[in-house]
Structure formats: structure tokens, C-alpha cells
């Protein structure tokens, strides 16, 4: 069962992007038009915004007024000096300076927090071609806001000279580190390091990957066995381009990001790419977005495989694909357990997808633009190359049983998930039941407990040495 709630964001254009943090109580949108928004939910579980990033002229004055000049008074702000005209005449008490929060230029294509163990610290990308951090803070004494929380622009990146197309934050081991992603083919990553002073971060790494890049994904593994990896997916419409998805990893000896692998079969233009959380997981799991949705798994190989001192080399299954959505998929996201995944499409539905117990992946729910469920929507299934050499007739008996716990002597049909139900295909169909009675001696004779009155099928011999 499903329970969805309607929020008026109140954005003037397109939303681009919708954001939660660690603890899913907030929550940031961003929009063409310009601005970035910040939620927060109540204790009754409605949602209300906080804050709200973008032009908006503040002043006391009620007369006219004539925009003089324009310029940068700090890293954060810009002022506009206003001459009010009142009476045909000036005075210097008509003089109004304004302040406003300077936003993005552009449409902002992404939004990201960072982990609460840095604060409430937010990072936007936009089609200016900049990068923005954002942070939280309580006002000061000599504040307006005194005593009331509100966001600051802590500093802008502006190595890209494309749009800037997607922003992540590292999984929180590797300390306060962001990337970035522009339309020119470049991942840019940076560190802050005083993690106290963001208002300081250093470009660290840059890596070409020759094609336009739109997403970018890190593997958030919080094993320390596992190096510092991140998916990069591309947009590029070109038909005879092969592996739109390139995955980096980072090399200790080397102290730069290699390619490590390049899944060859995506080739249409990707829209998002999405780790999924690794719980213990020995490999990984990489969901993508596409004209359809679809899941590989990524697996070590042996080191002996493998050369020493490069990246690892990685054994790449396929084990989804679903084309339900019938149109382009622009999102995935995994839960935190990394065992659903959502996407949307331009069919205007939400999608989930899970993987039973013998991974095959199928879709548990389907939620449409409104909220509303559709009915019928978890028996839609997409292929699964792991069950593709099961015996259909063998699958179906192992659907929704125990997996073989208990032992079931043969004197019934087998039961599915025991240790016989091998053998149904191979035992020759059961005669009609046949009902009779008998008294408790004779019951013994076939039987560990007497029953004065039962019903069984003749007993099929299993061949010697069978079962065993």
C-alpha cells in the first residue's frame, strides 16, 4: 500500500531535481526558474518550506524607484543603489541600498546534500556553468535573523566553461569531498579541507572521459576494501558511440582516477546513474536511466586476474532490463538498503522494482503523477538473465516456498523448496487418491503413527540410492 502527498512547491517553471537528506525530515527542489528550495516536515508529516533561494528586492520604501548601480559587495551578495523619485526632487534620505541573495543565473539542474556529519551543508549545479555550496547557519547577534537559521552561499566553482550538469558529494569516509560533472566531458573533483571554513575548496582531480557527461554517481561501499569509485553516464546523441556509462576508479599508486570499466551495451544517451548501497555486498550494483530502466552488477575479479598495480577489472552482468516506462527514463534511486529501486519516466508514473529471493527483478508498484496507484502494476516483469536457464516448470514450484528446512518423506507429492522436489519431474504422475480404512496394527505396518482413518496415494518407489 502506497500513501502519497501533494506539496505545492510553487516553483514558476520546470522542477529539475528533488533531493533528501540522510534522515529523510528535509528535503531541497530546484527549478529553471532559478531557484532552489528547502523543505522541512512536521511532526504530522506535512511538508513546509524554509527557505528559498532567488532574487527578491528588499525595502521599506513605498515611492519609485530608479536602478542606478549594480556590483559585487561580497562573495555572497550583490547591492543595488536605488534613487527613490519623489516630488521631482532627491534628497539623501531617498537613498535606499537593497541586498538579495545571489542565486544561480541559469536553470539549476541538480541539488545534493551532504552528510549531516558536516552540517546541514547543500551543493546546486546550474547552466551558468557554476557549482555552488550551500550551509546552514544561525543568525548572529547583530543579525536580522537573529536566533533563526538561514542559508548562506558559501562559495562557487567556476572551473567548468559548459553547464554544469550534475553535483555529488563523496560518501562520507572520504571526508568533505564534491564532484562535479559539465557538458564539456569533464569530472571535476574538489575537497574542502577545513571542513569548518567551506568557503575554501580545492580542485583535486579532473578527468576527461571524452564525451558530454549528465550524471554522475559515487559507489558509497563503506568498506575501506573497496577504492574510491564513481559512474559517469553521457548524453551524447551520437548512434555510433558505444559505452554511454564509464566507470572510474581511484588508484593508490598512481593517486589519479582510472577507467575501469565502460558498460559497452548502454548505448542510448543516459539521463541519470545510481549506485545502490552496499550492505556487505561482495560487488556492486549500478542502475541506470536510459530510454529504458537497467540494474548490472559489477564483480571483482580475482587479483591474479587482474593487473597489478591498475584498476580492477570488474565481471559485468545484465541482470535487468525493463521497458514498462515506454518512454524516456530520467530518474533512479535506490532505498537506503539498496534492495528498490524507483525510476520515472515521461509516461508520468513512479516505477518500483525489487528483486525476490531468487534475483529475479520485478515491479512491486507503479504510482502515477497524481499519487495514485495503479492497479495491476507489480505482475509487469522485465527479463532477468540469471533465470533465463531454469526450468520454467521447476520455477513455478519453487514460487513462495521455504527453501528445503524440513524433511518431507515421499509418501505425498513432493512438496516445492524440499529436498524431493527434484524428483517431481521424474516420478510418473500419481494414480487417483484412494480412501480406505484400516485398523491401528495395520497402520504401523506402513506408517510411524496409527491413524484409524486416513487418506494417501499409493507409495512410488524412488529408484535405489535416490534421495539419499
Known amino acids: 500500500m502506497f500513501v502519497a502527498r501533494s506539496i505545492s512547491a510553487d516553483h514558476k517553471d520546470l522542477i529539475h531535481d528533488v533531493s533528501f537528506d540522510f534522515h529523510g525530515r528535509r528535503m531541497a527542489t530546484c527549478s529553471s526558474d532559478q531557484s532552489v528550495k528547502v523543505w522541512d516536515k512536521s511532526e504530522n508529516g506535512e511538508w513546509h518550506c524554509t527557505a528559498s533561494w532567488k532574487v527578491r528586492f528588499q525595502t521599506r520604501a513605498r515611492h519609485p524607484y530608479i536602478i542606478t548601480r549594480c556590483g559585487e559587495l561580497t562573495g555572497n551578495y550583490l547591492f543595488i543603489l536605488v534613487v527613490l523619485e519623489c516630488r521631482n526632487s532627491v534628497t539623501l534620505s531617498d537613498l535606499a541600498l537593497m541586498f538579495f541573495l545571489q542565486t544561480h543565473s541559469g536553470s539549476v539542474w541538480r541539488v545534493t546534500w551532504a552528510h549531516p556529519e558536516f552540517g546541514q551543508v547543500l551543493a546546486s549545479c546550474s547552466f551558468d556553468r557554476t557549482a555552488a555550496v550551500w550551509e546552514e547557519i544561525v543568525g548572529e547577534s547583530n543579525d536580522k535573523l537573529r536566533g533563526q537559521n538561514h542559508w548562506v552561499k558559501r562559495t562557487t566553482l567556476v572551473d567548468s566553461r559548459t553547464s554544469v550538469t550534475d553535483v555529488k558529494f563523496a560518501p562520507k569516509l572520504m571526508g568533505l569531498m564534491l564532484a562535479t560533472c559539465s557538458a564539456d566531458g569533464v569530472v571535476r573533483i574538489y575537497e574542502a579541507p577545513d571542513v569548518m571554513n567551506l568557503s575554501q575548496w580545492s580542485l583535486q582531480h579532473e578527468i576527461s572521459c571524452k564525451l558530454s557527461c549528465s550524471c554522475i554517481s559515487w559507489n558509497p561501499s563503506s568498506s575501506r576494501a573497496h577504492s574510491a569509485m564513481i559512474a559517469v553516464g553521457s548524453d551524447d546523441n551520437s548512434s555510433n558511440v558505444a559505452g554511454k556509462v564509464q566507470i572510474y ?31 556487505g555486498r561482495s560487488f556492486h550494483i549500478l542502475a541506470v536511466a536510459t530510454r529504458d530502466v537497467r540494474i548490472f552488477t559489477l564483480k571483482p575479479l580475482r587479483k591474479e586476474l587482474t593487473s597489478s598495480g591498475g584498476s580492477t577489472k570488474f565481471e559485468i ?139 494417501s496415494r499409493p507409495l512410488n518407489p524412488l529408484p535405489e540410492n535416490e534421495g539419499v
Open 249 to 279: 576508479e581511484y588508484n593508490e599508486n598512481t593517486r589519479k582516477y582510472a577507467k575501469a570499466e565502460t558498460l559497452v551495451t548502454v548505448t542510448d544517451p543516459v539521463h541519470d546513474i545510481a549506485f545502490a548501497p552496499n550492505l
Open 317 to 455: 552482468q545484465t541482470v535487468a532490463q525493463f521497458d514498462n516506462h515506454n518512454s524516456q527514463v530520467w530518474r533512479v534511486s535506490w532505498n537506503i538498503t539498496g534492495t528498490v529501486l524507483a525510476s520515472s519516466g515521461d509516461d508520468g508514473c513512479v516505477r518500483l522494482w525489487k528483486a525476490n529471493y531468487m534475483d529475479n527483478w520485478k515491479c512491486t508498484g507503479i504510482l502515477k503523477g497524481d499519487g495514485s496507484p495503479v492497479n495491476g502494476g507489480s505482475s509487469q516483469q522485465g527479463f532477468n538473465t540469471s533465470s533465463g536457464a531454469i526450468n520454467q516448470n521447476i520455477q513455478n514450484s519453487l514460487n513462495g516456498s521455504s527453501a528445503g528446512r524440513y524433511f518431507f518423506p515421499p509418501l505425498d507429492p513432493p512438496r516445492a523448496g524440499s529436498r524431493w522436489s527434484s524428483y517431481a519431474q521424474l516420478l510418473p504422475p500419481p494414480p487417483p487418491l484412494i480412501e480406505h480404512t484400516c485398523d491401528a496394527d495395520t497402520a504401523n505396518l506402513q506408517y510411524p503413527h496409527p491413524r484409524r482413518r486416513y487418506t
